[in-house]
């Protein structure tokens, strides 16, 4: 079970929560950084921050499906974009919230950084969700 919270007495966040708690015995799954990479290891939309965030959360996704979870189990992620541009934060920041992290929502950090670890890489998200017993339902 996820409990999502947000704080009444902090300033409202757009589309993430201030926390998100898990029950003790709950099997999370703790993902490396998701990179706009494809399966053949090139980079996907060289300088185009947006269309690397659609393909990071599109790797985020196999990532999650391959320990048997997905976006709406995520309870918190580090979004990660070279650039000090807040309209640039904020365009990488649209794509998340439209991806379904933001159905929790999850709680989360955007960070605007010098460099990633690809050349020409300018998004990343590292996460961590839990991973759903078949037989619980979704909260």
Request: glycine residues 8%.
């Amino acid at each position: 079970m996820i409990q999502r919270v947000t704080v009444p007495s902090l300033f409202p966040p757009p589309a993430y929560a201030h926390a998100s708690v898990v029950e003790a015995g709950t099997r999370l799954a703790f993902l490396a950084g998701s990179v706009p990479l494809d399966a053949d290891g090139k980079l996907v939309g060289e300088g185009d921050p947006v269309r690397q965030a659609e393909r990071v959360v599109a790797n985020l996704e196999e990532q999650l499906r391959a320990v048997g979870s997905d976006l709406r189990h995520v309870v918190v992620t580090d979004v990660y974009v070279v650039s000090s541009e807040p309209a640039v934060l904020s365009a990488v920041w649209n794509v998340v919230e439209a991806s379904g992290l933001s159905t929790g929502p999850h709680s989360s950090t955007l960070i605007g950084v010098a460099c990633l670890g690809y050349p020409g890489q300018l998004v990343e998200i590292t996460a961590t969700a839990v991973v759903p017993d078949a037989t619980a339902a979704v909260s």
